[in-house]
Each structure stands twice: as structure tokens, then as C-alpha cells.
């Protein structure tokens, strides 16, 4: 089975810190991407890669910056968190190669006080 | 407008009720179609995709895509309490890089009741 792990469940910072959150894939997958999901709003991408240093902008990439140094890992940088960048933040990982089915990590809810 | 409209719910069935969610969309580039159910707390995962027009099977489930209406439909026949979660519609259109990307309906929040 496909594993897709975020190194937090639950994360609350305070306005103005670096946060960084983690996601590793198990299956050797091309493509990873991060998302946030919000109510009304849905599944939004901010950043994708599909491959290791390469990375392009999603919808809504202001704020955030990413990192993937490893093709197993790809991390989320929200350089100055502010209290709008409170969400749930999924990573997901794809084969190039019907890069449709999509295999998601159980989300991060980032709370920033 | 948005490129992907679906309805919110939330949508309450009783059991062994059959059930019908939507999605609309507005770019006729999109070749793939996708249903991802999300349970409470967890991520999404892929229940059906579809490439371009017709309709797919898989058990108790359904997808249907009429590109001329630019329409899709998931049908969930004899629904189960454990059917409930969050339906999300996703599209994307063929071709590499940022094409590649997966647009997602809000999601149609789902509850079958005993």
C-alpha cells in the first residue's frame, strides 16, 4: 500500500514564526504536491514538484515556499506564518504516469494564533 | 466563476437509499474525470476516475460524464452508513507540467442514516 506521512497532525504557532511542515512518500512517486483545504473552498494547490529540486507554483503559492532536496520528501515553508495560513494542509503524491490518482497524507491542521 | 461547481449538502439518506452527486464544470479541456471520498479526519482517497465520456462501474458505485453537458455524476446504490464522508469531484486536462494538475470540487458532505 501507498504511504504518504506528514510529520504533524495537529500544529499551533503563534503569527510570525517559520513553520515547516514535512511529507514523506513511501512509492517512489514523481509528483508530490501541497495542498490546503478550507470550508467552501475545497482542495486549493499552492505548490507541486515533479521532480527532486524542481517545483512550480500552484493557485495560491504567496506566502509559502517549498523544499525537495530527496524524491521521498517534500516540505512546506510558510516563512512568516499570519493567522489567514490557518488551515488543513494535505500532501499528495502521483506517478507522472497517470498522475490522476492522487495518494493523500491524513492532513495537517495548522492552527496560528 | 468557479471551473468546478458542486453542491456543499450536506445530503442525508436513509439506508439502502440510492444516491446521486454532481459536478459541473466549465473547461471543455478536461479529459479526466475523478471521485475521491474523504472520510472525518482523514485525506482523500481515489474511489473512480474516468477518462473523457460514458460511465464506469465499480460495485456499488457509479460515475457517469456527459462532456457535451459538461456534466459528471457518482451514483451510490444501496447506500451504507459507512458511505458517509465528503465526495470530492476532481478534473484535469491531458498534457504535462502544470496541465497535469487535479481541479477539486468543495465537495458534497455525505450522511446515511441507519
Known amino acids: 500500500d501507498v504511504k504518504v506521512t506528514q510529520s504533524s497532525r495537529y500544529l499551533v504557532k503563534r503569527t510570525g514564526e517559520k513553520v515547516f511542515l514535512e511529507c514523506v512518500q513511501d512509492m517512489d512517486h514523481e509528483n508530490m504536491f501541497w495542498y490546503r483545504q478550507d470550508p467552501g473552498l475545497g482542495l486549493r494547490l499552492i505548490y507541486f514538484?515533479?521532480?527532486?529540486?524542481?517545483?512550480e507554483k500552484g493557485d495560491i503559492p504567496e506566502g509559502y515556499s517549498v523544499s525537495r532536496e530527496k524524491k521521498e520528501r517534500f516540505s512546506l515553508i510558510l516563512e512568516s506564518a499570519s493567522t489567514n495560513q490557518t488551515s488543513m494542509y494535505l500532501c499528495?503524491?502521483?506517478?507522472?504516469?497517470?498522475?490522476?490518482?492522487?495518494?493523500f497524507g491524513p492532513g495537517t491542521r495548522l492552527t496560528v494564533t | 466563476q468557479k471551473e468546478v461547481e458542486q453542491d456543499p449538502g450536506p445530503l442525508s439518506v436513509p439506508e439502502g437509499a440510492i444516491v446521486s452527486l454532481n459536478c459541473t464544470y466549465s473547461?471543455?479541456?478536461?479529459?479526466?474525470f475523478m471521485w475521491y471520498r474523504q472520510y472525518s479526519r482523514k485525506g482523500p482517497e481515489l474511489l473512480m476516475y474516468?477518462?473523457?465520456?460514458g460511465n464506469k462501474e465499480d460495485g456499488r458505485f457509479t460515475a457517469q460524464v456527459d462532456k457535451s453537458s459538461k456534466y459528471i455524476s457518482l451514483f451510490i446504490r444501496d447506500s451504507q452508513p459507512s458511505d458517509s464522508a465528503t465526495y470530492l469531484c476532481a478534473m484535469s486536462a491531458p498534457g504535462g507540467g502544470a496541465t497535469n494538475k487535479l481541479i477539486f470540487g468543495t465537495g458534497t458532505l455525505l450522511a446515511v442514516q441507519p
Open positions: 499528495a503524491s502521483s506517478f507522472t504516469e497517470g498522475a490522476y490518482e492522487q495518494y
Open positions: 474516468t477518462y473523457s465520456s
Open positions: 514538484s515533479y521532480d527532486v529540486k524542481m517545483k
Open positions: 473547461n471543455s479541456a478536461f479529459q479526466y
